[in-house]
């Protein structure tokens, strides 16, 4: 039995601390609030996170970061993006051997447009870590707690490690596949965030199916052009942490970010949506950074730029779908001789 430690008590952090202990693991759930630790412990339930879920009694909750960290061989970082590198910050000082570091977050750094594991490189020494491997994957927390089937990717660039990681989650109702395209993997879980806030803007607005697989076609086409200009594997955007992640994030109304992109589309104002929601919306962030890092790369991202629009400018969410389907004719693909025979 390995002692676990998982950081991030919110939906996704509970629901893979549940995949855990299912696996026969010492899970250690930490989360900042004593309240919810103390309800996690003593009624075995997260009921703002993840209601009517009776989790299983092996999960200790803790506020402790030490007591999470102590003695673990494996960390899952489950944190929303923004609050990470405050945790890694603290944890660092409490960490007295290796561990392998898992993540299961989906955002880039507004900024430094940083991806998580570099985040993890940078704040935690080589001396600390043996590993640093992304899950990630269609997976909405309020399916996998009740063990309903999902399927998810673990990548590290060693896929010894990947397969290790492989291991400790998998399950019959867990499935874990392997991929060493980290950059892809990475890429693709945070971006799909960003189409996702479209389709639900599309939804809001009384637009229909054709509207809704333009946005996630197009949208894979963009997520794909970034992704590998930042040296990701395009094969992966055909994967389940590219395409299979973009259609459960446009589709499901368990997204947050589609639920989000729904109000929106519907007239509500940002800061009253988000406070509507009272769990993290990503993909708001996400479209700062992808924004900004795709002119600084000079890749072209239409639906992220008029969703930048509408979120941080004021622009009019029919208006920005007006744009989308205004702009210069142009080809499919841009290499046409990749389509010929
Ligand atoms: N939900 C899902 O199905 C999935 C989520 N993910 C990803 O997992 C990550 C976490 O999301 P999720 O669990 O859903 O989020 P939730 O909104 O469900 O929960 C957020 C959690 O983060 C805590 N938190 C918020 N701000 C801070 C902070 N500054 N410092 C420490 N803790 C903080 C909250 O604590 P408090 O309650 O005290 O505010 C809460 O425990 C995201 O990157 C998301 O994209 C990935 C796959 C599936
Ligand atoms: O990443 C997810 C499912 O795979 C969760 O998406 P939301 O954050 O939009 O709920």
């Known amino acids: 039995m390995n002692k676990i430690?998982?950081?991030?008590?919110?939906?996704?952090?509970?629901?893979?601390?549940?995949?855990?202990?299912d696996n026969n693991h010492s899970v250690f759930l930490w989360g900042r609030r004593a309240d919810q630790a103390a309800e996690i412990n003593t009624e075995h339930t997260n009921a703002r996170y993840l209601p009517g879920?009776?989790?299983?009694?092996?999960i200790k909750a803790t506020t402790s970061l030490k007591k999470a960290v102590d003695g673990a061989e494996v960390i899952v970082l489950v944190t929303p993006t923004k609050a990470l590198r405050e945790v890694l910050h603290?944890?660092?000082?409490?960490?007295?051997?290796?561990?392998?570091?898992?993540?299961a977050s989906k955002g880039i750094e507004p900024g430094t447009y940083k991806r998580?594991?570099?985040?993890?490189?940078?704040?935690?020494?080589d001396?600390?870590?043996?590993?640093?491997?992304?899950?990630?994957?269609?997976?909405h927390a309020e399916e996998v707690s009740l063990r309903q089937p999902t399927t998810v990717t673990v990548s590290c660039e060693?896929?010894?490690?990947?397969?290790?990681?492989?291991?400790?989650?998998?399950?019959?109702?867990f499935r874990v596949y392997t991929n060493p395209d980290v950059i892809g993997v990475e890429l693709g879980g945070a971006l799909k965030n960003i189409i996702a806030l479209g389709a639900g803007m599309s939804d809001g607005l009384g637009y229909g199916d054709n509207a809704k697989a333009a946005l996630i076609t197009r949208g894979l086409a963009e997520i794909a052009r970034l992704g590998t200009s930042m040296g990701a594997n395009p094969l992966t955007f055909a994967g389940l942490t590219g395409i299979g992640d973009l259609i459960v994030t446009c589709t499901s109304v368990h997204s947050r970010n589609w639920r989000a992109g729904n109000m929106l589309g519907k007239g509500i104002a940002l800061e009253e949506v988000l406070s509507q929601m009272?769990?993290?919306?990503?993909?708001?962030?996400?479209?700062?950074?992808?924004?900004?890092?795709a002119r600084s790369?000079?890749?072209e991202m239409p639906i992220t730029n008029v969703l930048y629009e509408v979120l941080f400018n004021g622009k009019e969410p029919k208006q920005a779908v007006d744009e989308l389907m205004k702009r210069s004719r142009t080809h499919e693909v841009e290499d046409l001789s990749s389509l010929r025979a």
């Open 90 to 103: 603290e944890m660092k000082g409490h960490l007295e051997k290796p561990a392998v570091f898992v993540h």
């Open 158 to 173: 060693d896929i010894k490690r990947a397969e290790q990681v492989q291991d400790l989650f998998i399950n019959q109702n």
């Open 53 to 58: 879920i009776m989790l299983p009694h092996e």
């Open 278 to 293: 009272g769990m993290v919306v990503e993909g708001v962030r996400t479209t700062k950074a992808a924004y900004e890092l």
């Open 5 to 21: 430690a998982v950081i991030g008590s919110g939906s996704w952090g509970t629901a893979l601390a549940l995949v855990l202990a």
């Open 116 to 125: 998580i594991s570099e985040i993890i490189e940078e704040e935690i020494p």
């Open 297 to 299: 790369v000079d890749v």
């Open 127 to 139: 001396s600390l870590r043996t590993a640093v491997a992304v899950l990630s994957g269609p997976s």
